[in-house]
């Protein structure tokens, strides 16, 4: 199908999501905040790009090529914001909403989201992973709670897959897991959307993405997989891009999506990943 031609009924697959059903692929938000893992020139790029109007034309080309939901962290000057300009153009999204861990409190940060209409929250990944190595893993579950309590889907974020495998031998109050196909938490990192420093120094091994896909499978849980392209280092080319789609979906759960970033200043890359995943999954 012609990228520039995406029909909005033409809705991709979809998977349940509580009481919603969401696409198999999701826009991820990271694009939007300027923050690339690739490079701090692609970072001012995309935060050059993306003014409040071109983030509302953005959102409206999702919908155009049957993409249903985003994926955006939850903090109140930006996404919050554009979501409201996108709705007041008659536009509607799902919302999963990543926990912005440089708010003073995180609990009301959490309320406010859902009070927002995000369908689903999860915990941020990095902030989980800081829990997992500082040996308190465990502060994750009042934050989880009160996710609970707000009537949203529960998520818990992480690159480390040891961290999911120790939820569910726990037994966790969780109904999703956001699972990084990376592990960007092997040393002390901290997000660039909380530090305000670009990412730097980080490393996409080949035996990551097996590993990480070994336990998206072992849990019955609904897992939404990211990076699946390593930041932007795996779609040199078209061919890499719907390889990188293949691979993923081959390698999750039929009830599982991928989420991915896009930057669409210099390309379509909405329409074309539209058609690559409705290639991929007949």
């Given at each position: ?166 939820s569910e031998e726990q037994g966790w109050d969780v109904d999703f897991y956001m699972a990084c196909f990376y592990n960007l938490s092997r040393t002390p990192r901290e997000s ?56 993923a979906f081959a390698n999750i759960k039929p009830h599982d999506a991928v989420v991915v970033g896009m930057f669409d200043k210099y390309l379509d890359q909405i329409g074309l ?10």
């Amino acid at each position: 199908m012609d990228a520039a031609r995406c029909a909005r009924s033409e809705r991709l697959p979809t998977i349940a999501f509580g009481p919603a059903r969401v696409t198999r692929l999701i826009s991820g938000g990271n694009p939007l905040c300027g923050n690339s893992h690739f490079s701090p020139e692609m970072d001012a790029d995309m935060r050059g790009h993306f003014c409040a109007e071109a983030v509302v034309r953005y959102l409206h080309r999702l919908a155009e090529c049957g993409i249903n939901t985003i994926q955006a962290r939850g903090d109140y000057h930006r996404v919050l914001y554009w979501l409201e300009l996108f709705k007041r153009e008659g536009g509607m999204l799902h919302w999963i909403a990543q926990t912005a861990s440089e708010m003073a409190d995180v609990f009301r940060n959490i309320r406010v989201i859902a009070a927002a209409g995000a369908v689903g929250i999860y915990h941020h990944g990095t902030q989980t992973d800081g829990f997992w190595r500082e040996g308190r893993i465990n502060d994750c579950l009042d934050y989880l709670k009160c996710m609970r309590d707000c009537g949203v889907q529960v998520g818990l974020g992480t690159h480390i897959p040891e961290v999911i495998e120790y939820s569910e031998e726990q037994g966790w109050d969780v109904d999703f897991y956001m699972a990084c196909f990376y592990n960007l938490s092997r040393t002390p990192r901290e997000s660039a959307l909380v530090s305000g420093k670009a990412s730097s120094g980080e490393v996409y091994p080949d035996e990551d993405p097996p590993r990480m896909c070994e336990t998206i499978r072992a849990t019955g849980k609904t897992c939404l997989a990211f990076k699946i392209m390593a930041a932007g280092r795996h779609c040199a080319t078209q061919d890499d891009v719907r390889a990188a789609f293949g691979y993923a979906f081959a390698n999750i759960k039929p009830h599982d999506a991928v989420v991915v970033g896009m930057f669409d200043k210099y390309l379509d890359q909405i329409g074309l990943n539209a058609g690559h995943v409705r290639e991929v999954l007949g």
